[in-house]
């Protein structure tokens, strides 16, 4: 499965951003995608995942602010980033695993190359 991020970049606090996710592959259609977080110096951390029949799982502090959409088309995920702040700021990562919902790394063999995110301010 070969996955591919976009949408990453600058804001200020406060601001929005939407992640894009595409998956690939003849396998893609039987992973689960989801999104991590790594700040700077820290080590990467689960933000959201979803099902294709609608479950939505996030990390608890972003469950307010982030959102996956009800609609996506198949093998892509989205992130809409909302209310921004420093702290989000870090590489956004699209992973790819077999189990819906799990939040550990190691539970995800795939992984995009990351989409840079920076909150300013």
């Known amino acids: 499965v070969r996955l591919v991020e976009s949408g990453g970049g600058s804001v200020q606090a406060g601001g929005s951003l939407t992640l894009s996710c595409e998956a690939s592959g003849p396998t893609a259609s039987a992973h689960y995608l989801a999104w991590f977080h790594q700040a700077p110096g820290k080590e990467r951390q689960f933000v959201a995942t979803?099902?294709?029949?609608?479950?939505?799982i996030y990390a608890y502090h972003v469950k307010d602010r982030f959102t996956i959409p009800s609609h996506l088309a198949e093998n892509w995920s989205s992130l809409q980033m909302s209310g921004l702040k420093p702290e989000d700021t870090g590489l956004y990562y699209c992973?790819?695993?077999?189990?819906?919902?799990?939040?550990?790394?190691?539970?995800?063999?795939?992984w995009g190359q990351g989409t840079q995110v920076t909150v300013s301010s």
């Open positions: 992973a790819a695993g077999r189990v819906l919902g799990r939040r550990s790394i190691e539970d995800y063999e795939y």
């Open positions: 979803s099902s294709w029949s609608g479950d939505r």
